[in-house]
């Protein structure tokens, strides 16, 4: 016997929409996002071109980005060092070869930890705020107010934004891997009976320049994609206070499952086409 709604839709009806919706759903909502970073992209190199870039709105943006994601960092980055030291010297102490030390730990630091935090503190305080301050204005319509007065949002609030996420990921990766890298020789010479010397020859013959720049690289990608998701999902806030909250934590999720995904596929391509080699 089928049971009928007050809108007149069976049950089974009911649950063909729902499964519609979503799986659908987060389908249309890559393609916005993806609409909207193709948008942003298209119009930064327009105002790089005709010098209307809003460098005052960058700079602040990027300023409360650091200012709320570099002691978090430095937080994160000694753990980071301490743990990876702990973990691999432990297994590398079994082997005898304590002098490849430094050679994991600055593997691990540089081609993972340095990327993934930065990556994880700005979507986490970076892109949230982003979110939070574009849903607050589109749920008071000011979004749509800037529209009525011929002003583009995207130019006015999403460029700064993505401009300076991308700027501060790559100098927050940085800062990760000094930090953690000290704090991983620190512990290698103190605990784990490492010579300085070793450590750092081990280090160097490992590690090469383009560690660097994949992590420099993996920064900026992760960097773009949050402050493009955190956009997306303050502009597209709905239902008040509740739906700001909402976008807010949307982005936080979503962000930090992009930049696992992106980094999976990222290493697996560096480690194809760039195996390891000793320098």
Same mark, same amino acid.
């Given at each position: 016997?089928?049971?009928?709604?007050?809108?007149?839709?069976?049950?089974? @009806?009911?649950?063909?929409?729902?499964?519609?919706?979503?799986?659908?759903?987060?389908?249309?909502?890559?393609?916005?996002?993806?609409?909207?970073?193709?948008?942003?992209?298209?119009?930064?190199?327009?105002?790089?071109?005709?010098?209307?870039?809003? +460098?005052?709105?960058?700079? +602040?943006?990027?300023?409360?980005?650091?200012?709320?994601?570099?002691?978090?960092?430095?937080?994160?980055?000694?753990?980071?060092?301490?743990?990876?030291?702990?973990?691999?010297?432990?297994?590398?102490?079994?082997?005898?070869?304590?002098?490849?030390?430094?050679?994991?730990?600055?593997?691990?630091?540089?081609?993972?930890?340095?990327?993934?935090?930065?990556?994880?503190?700005?979507?986490?305080?970076?892109?949230?705020?982003?979110?939070?301050? &574009?849903?607050?204005?589109?749920?008071? @319509?000011?979004?749509?107010?800037?529209?009525?007065?011929?002003?583009?949002?995207?130019?006015?609030?999403?460029?700064?934004?993505?401009?300076?996420?991308?700027?501060?990921?790559?100098?927050?990766?940085?800062?990760?891997?000094?930090?953690?890298?000290?704090?991983?020789?620190?512990?290698?010479?103190? &605990?784990?009976?490492?010579?300085?010397?070793?450590?750092?020859?081990?280090?160097?013959?490992?590690?090469?320049?383009?560690?660097?720049?994949?992590?420099?690289?993996?920064?900026?990608?992760?960097?773009?994609?949050?402050?493009?998701?955190?956009?997306?999902?303050?502009? @597209?806030?709905?239902?008040?206070?509740?739906?700001?909250?909402?976008?807010?934590?949307?982005?936080?999720?979503?962000?930090?499952?992009?930049?696992?995904?992106?980094?999976?596929?990222?290493?697996? +391509?560096?480690?194809?086409?760039?195996?390891?080699?000793?320098?």
């Amino acid at each position: 016997m089928t049971t009928l709604t007050a809108g007149g839709l069976n049950n089974r @009806e009911i649950l063909l929409n729902n499964l519609r919706d979503n799986a659908v759903g987060p389908v249309r909502t890559l393609g916005r996002t993806f609409a909207l970073a193709v948008t942003a992209v298209a119009q930064m190199a327009i105002d790089v071109l005709r010098g209307r870039l809003k +460098v005052k709105e960058t700079v +602040v943006q990027a300023w409360y980005m650091v200012s709320v994601t570099a002691l978090p960092a430095f937080l994160m980055a000694i753990p980071f060092g301490v743990i990876v030291t702990i973990q691999i010297g432990n297994v590398i102490n079994q082997l005898g070869a304590q002098s490849l030390l430094g050679a994991g730990s600055g593997f691990a630091v540089i081609q993972q930890a340095a990327p993934l935090a930065s990556g994880m503190l700005l979507g986490g305080a970076g892109a949230s705020a982003i979110a939070a301050d &574009l849903g607050a204005r589109t749920v008071r @319509e000011e979004i749509d107010a800037m529209r009525t007065m011929g002003i583009d949002p995207v130019q006015r609030l999403v460029v700064p934004r993505i401009i300076a996420s991308v700027i501060v990921a790559p100098l927050l990766a940085l800062f990760i891997i000094g930090v953690g890298v000290i704090a991983a020789f620190y512990l290698a010479i103190t &605990l784990q009976g490492v010579g300085p010397g070793s450590y750092w020859q081990s280090f160097g013959a490992f590690a090469s320049i383009r560690d660097i720049w994949l992590a420099m690289f993996k920064a900026v990608v992760f960097g773009f994609m949050i402050a493009v998701i955190g956009c997306q999902r303050g502009l @597209e806030a709905r239902g008040g206070p509740r739906g700001v909250a909402d976008g807010v934590n949307a982005t936080v999720v979503v962000s930090t499952v992009a930049i696992i995904g992106v980094n999976l596929v990222m290493t697996l +391509v560096y480690s194809v086409f760039f195996p390891l080699q000793l320098g």
